[in-house]
């Protein structure tokens, strides 16, 4: 497992139903035969129109986490209770066009939130800046409210933005392109980690 070898904390599995984003990836079977080739947890976001109804099949299959969408056309905060109830970290997830207020009443049920810096679909588009502000907003109420959940960035995750994510209140980095089009992913993820870190 190149990832995990890299020095990799956890594995990111981004699920598409060809629906909710026109693009079409893995299912509950890619989870499954992931499990075994790695240590590492796997992180799975779904970005499917009815994250409801494939919840308990991405837990049975070996997900350690699930992250589902404030935008997903179900009943959200049932599906953060069910994937809650079923022993795994709930999150919540919400597009560059989605305001923070949007997942407000959510906040006190999940222990991730994704703010997604790029529009969901496909890899290797560029960062949106304005998202930015998006974390920094989370990370005050999260701080006023005494609340407790990670800061996840997904979109455009480079070493050259991701400095400013960390920055914003962001600690939990996903990156594709950046990392796997990198001649040397454990360089590049050092290099990642000390953008966030500045000396
Ligand atoms: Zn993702």
């Keep these: 497992m190149r990832a995990e070898a890299a020095g990799a904390d956890w594995l990111h ?118 998202t930015l502000g998006k974390i920094a907003e989370l990370a005050a109420l999260r701080e006023a409210r005494n609340l407790d959940f990670d800061i996840q960035v997904d979109g455009g995750v480079s070493e050259k933005t991701v400095g400013a994510c960390a920055a914003a209140g962001a600690n939990v980095m996903v990156s594709g392109v950046a990392l796997f089009r990198a001649p040397d992913m454990a360089a590049a993820i050092t290099a990642m980690r000390r953008a966030c870190h500045p000396a």
Excluded: W, Y
């Excluded at 079409?24 to 075994?36: A, F, K, S, Y």
């Excluded at 994250?51 to 404030?70: L, M, Q, T």
């Design 13 to 130: 599995v981004d699920v598409m139903d060809g629906h909710f984003v026109p693009n079409l990836t893995v299912g509950p079977d890619v989870v499954r035969g992931l499990r075994p080739a790695t240590k590492l947890p796997l992180d799975v976001h779904l970005m499917v129109e009815r994250p409801d109804k494939f919840v308990p099949a991405f837990i049975e299959a070996g997900a350690d986490r699930v992250s589902i969408h404030i935008e997903s056309p179900c009943n959200v905060a049932a599906t953060l209770e069910a994937i809650r109830v079923a022993g795994k970290p709930p999150g919540i997830v919400l597009n560059p066009g989605t305001p923070i207020k949007a997942i407000q009443p959510h906040l006190d049920r999940v222990k991730l939130v994704l703010v997604m810096t790029v529009n969901p679909g496909f890899g290797g588009q560029p960062f949106i800046e304005p």
